[in-house]
């Protein structure tokens, strides 16, 4: 986010850093967390923000769009409110709140229009690059040729290797699924607009991707994947007359999805929150005399690095991993599907 | 917003915005990014094999080429063996025939020889006969003319007589 800006106005103007009287909780979730507009950095105690449209139902006087910026200062508009939670809420006359339909373009919807599109121009690009030529004649060089590696590497060591033979079905999702937390987990690192959104550390959108799996997994599932979870092959006072394996097997075909969707999740979550909190050591300590402060100063650069590079690492392993565990799951319900 | 409480709008625009993000890439994007590696490496395993094929059949005709060589080197071998085995047959048949020839010849003309002579000799002592039967005729005629000498004569032939029985 604005870490590594700050990281810079930090070392150059510590007296900067004083002015600061960091929030920590405001801080740490209003980087992670969804918000209504897109606070992009603060210049001489002017907030730069991109405003974004809210789009709410309510339930009594119908739709309702307006741009973000009448809202940010938790002034009402059109009945409309931030809670505490920082939610859009409908004020009802009696004083009540009601939550509406909201389906407001928030920072972490466009930070996802914009990774995608992003993810859509890359790939399309690179196939771009095969229709104008003949790949059976040359070998792409350059972007493209980065590009083939990696999702040769997906198709090739994750998906033909966990599926087996009727990949082919699978691989446009799972090559889909890759390149999208990739590309997403990548942007969230990047700490200015229009990186930065902590997109793939979201629980509503590994939430839809672990569905996607479980979709692809019970829906192209096969007899015998069917059999293994109502009529395994266990000892028969195990399945009747309490069902408990296939009652322990129903319980793992949505633990093996919500696995994935908290693992993502978390992993995302977790390293954005040591970056903030790397960084954030800096403005904590301003206070603290300037020695402390700029020794300090420089030790959390140094782990921010560190950090910042881990969370590379991170971001394709995670990627890599539910891809792979992905490809696993369908792989399981494919089984035997060709003896 | 909370954390770990999915906001539907965020589902909502995800869903969208993934579904979309999908079916583009799924349509135009990996399908054909995939399909055309495959087959490259498809062609790439194609040439290699064809590589092998042609190197397996370069190794078979050269086998084959050493096959012919040696062969032929073999049969020539065989040639001028034969061809000098015929070559002394032919040299010793010709000198046998020339030798047999020669020896027949000889022994034609020691033949034609020994006849010449013995017709020779036969006509030599014709041919004496004759002239001493004639001589002695003569001789005869003109001692036999007197009496005297008739008698001295026969005498001198009777003595003879005894004197070549008395040797005997």
């Not at chain 1, 019970?218 to 009652?247: A, E, Q, R, S």
Request: hydrophobic content about 50%; glycine content about 6%; charged content about 20%.
């Amino acid at each position: 986010m604005k870490r590594l800006v700050g990281i810079l106005v930090a070392l150059l103007l510590p007296v900067f850093a004083w002015a600061q009287d960091l929030d920590m909780d405001e801080y740490l979730f209003g980087h992670v967390g969804d918000s209504y507009g897109w606070h992009v950095t603060t210049i001489k105690g002017e907030p730069v923000s991109i405003h974004l449209p809210v789009i709410v139902r309510s339930k009594t006087t119908g739709w309702h769009v307006f741009s973000s910026k009448y809202i940010e200062e938790g002034e009402s508009y059109e009945g409309f409110v931030l809670n505490e939670g920082g939610k859009l809420v409908e004020l009802q006359p009696d004083g009540t709140t009601l939550k509406p339909l909201d389906i407001s373009i928030t920072k972490n919807v466009l930070g996802l229009m914009v990774n995608s599109l992003i993810l859509v121009l890359i790939v399309l690009l690179t196939a771009r690059w095969y229709r104008k030529h003949d790949a059976t004649k040359q070998a792409p060089r350059g972007f493209t040729g980065l590009m083939e590696m990696l999702i040769m590497m997906v198709e090739d060591d994750v998906i033909k290797e966990c599926i087996g033979a009727d990949y082919r079905r699978y691989s446009p999702y799972l090559l889909t699924a890759f390149f999208f937390i990739f590309v997403n987990n990548l942007m969230g690192i990047v700490p200015f607009f229009p990186g930065g959104a902590n997109i793939t550390g979201n629980i509503a959108i590994t939430m839809t991707l672990a569905l996607c799996t479980f979709i692809a997994v019970n829906v192209f599932g096969n007899k015998h994947y069917w059999k293994d979870i109502l009529w395994p092959d266990v000892p028969t006072w195990l399945k009747v007359p309490l069902p408990l394996i296939p009652v322990i097997e129903i319980i793992g075909m949505f633990t093996k999805p919500f696995s994935l969707m908290v693992r993502l999740f978390a992993n995302i979550l977790a390293g954005h929150f040591m970056l903030l909190g790397v960084v954030a050591v800096i403005f904590l300590t301003a206070k603290m005399g300037i020695g402390l402060n700029a020794g300090l100063s420089v030790i959390s650069v140094l782990f921010g690095v560190f950090m910042d590079i881990l969370e590379l690492l991170v971001a394709f392993i995670q990627a890599y991993v539910f891809t792979m565990l992905s490809s696993v799951f369908i792989g399981l319900s494919r089984q035997h599907s060709n003896s | 917003m909370s954390l770990i409480t999915p906001d539907f709008g965020l589902l909502f625009w995800m869903t969208l915005i993934f579904a979309v993000v999908f079916f583009i890439l799924a349509k135009f994007g990996f399908p054909i990014i995939t399909g055309m590696v495959e087959k490259r490496s498809d062609r790439i395993d194609e040439s290699l094999r064809k590589a092998e094929e042609a190197e397996k059949a370069l190794a078979e005709m050269d086998e084959r080429r050493q096959q012919i060589l040696s062969d032929a080197k073999a049969e020539q071998a065989r040639i001028l063996r034969e061809a000098s085995a015929t070559s002394d047959s032919i040299v010793s048949k010709a000198q046998d025939k020339a030798k047999e020839e020669a020896s027949k010849i000889l022994e034609q003309a020691r033949i034609e020889i020994a006849a010449e002579k013995e017709s020779a000799l036969r006509d030599i002592r014709r041919v004496v006969a004759t002239l001493s039967v004639e001589v002695a005729e003569k001789v005869l005629r003109a001692d036999l003319d007197e009496d005297e000498k008739q008698g001295a004569y026969l005498d001198r032939l009777i003595d003879e007589v005894q004197r070549s029985q008395d040797k005997s």
